[in-house]
């Protein structure tokens, strides 16, 4: 019998998305508070579809709207984590992320309430900008897409990331 049947405790994983959205020769990348500079993603909404949750995700942090393109690949996070910002006090669930390679379709870059700073950089940029190893991971993930999709399984141990496997499907 699964064990959750016996303890009576439903599995829970957020299901989140990222995208990083092209425009002609640059990568759109946002700078946050707690990661610095990243691209963007979030966790999806009850109900909400994967598509609208990222394109959701991408304009509420930067004020563009792009269309998913690509998709790169799915990133398990195994362990749990302390919450921070408004989730503080909370202990987050494992995640699973759904990334994908985005379009520029409209709109200007523009900082919200989830970004300090927006802007567009060349790929050789953005590897400089982007230091946090997992979502460093997946930036060379998608900018080295070659049409297979990745499978990453990994622990988060303070700032060090322990992949436990990354295969290509």
């Given at each position: 019998?699964?064990n959750?049947?016996?303890?009576?405790?439903?599995?829970?994983?957020?299901?989140?998305?990222?995208?990083?959205?092209?425009?002609?020769?640059?990568?759109?990348?946002?700078?946050?508070?707690?990661?610095?500079?990243?691209?963007?993603?979030?966790?999806?909404?009850?109900?909400?579809?994967?598509f609208?949750?990222?394109?959701?995700?991408?304009?509420?942090?930067?004020?563009?709207?792009a269309?998913?393109?690509?998709?790169?690949?799915?990133?398990?996070?195994?362990?749990?984590?302390?919450?921070?910002?408004?989730?503080?006090?909370?202990?987050?669930?494992?995640?699973?992320?759904?990334?994908?390679?985005?379009?520029?379709?409209?709109?200007?870059?523009?900082?919200?309430?989830?970004?300090?700073?927006?802007g567009?950089?060349?790929?050789?940029?953005?590897?400089?900008?982007?230091?946090?190893?997992?979502?460093?991971?997946?930036?060379?993930?998608?900018?080295?897409?070659?049409?297979?999709?990745?499978?990453?399984?990994?622990?988060?141990?303070?700032?060090?990331?322990?992949?436990?496997?990354?295969?290509l499907?």
């Open positions: 019998m699964d959750w049947l016996e303890t009576k405790q439903l599995p829970l994983h957020f299901v989140s998305v990222a995208g990083l959205v092209y425009k002609e020769d640059k990568v759109l990348l946002i700078k946050s508070e707690r990661r610095g500079w990243e691209f963007h993603g979030g966790v999806l909404e009850q109900g909400e579809s994967i609208d949750g990222l394109k959701r995700e991408i304009f509420e942090e930067s004020g563009i709207i269309e998913p393109e690509k998709f790169v690949g799915i990133y398990q996070r195994l362990n749990k984590k302390e919450g921070y910002g408004y989730l503080e006090g909370m202990i987050l669930p494992p995640v699973v992320n759904l990334t994908f390679r985005c379009s520029y379709v409209s709109g200007e870059e523009k900082a919200s309430d989830e970004s300090i700073d927006v567009w950089f060349t790929p050789d940029e953005a590897r400089e900008k982007v230091t946090v190893s997992d979502i460093k991971k997946r930036l060379e993930d998608i900018l080295e897409y070659d049409g297979k999709q990745h499978f990453d399984t990994f622990e988060n141990k303070g700032d060090k990331i322990k992949f436990i496997r990354d295969i499907i």
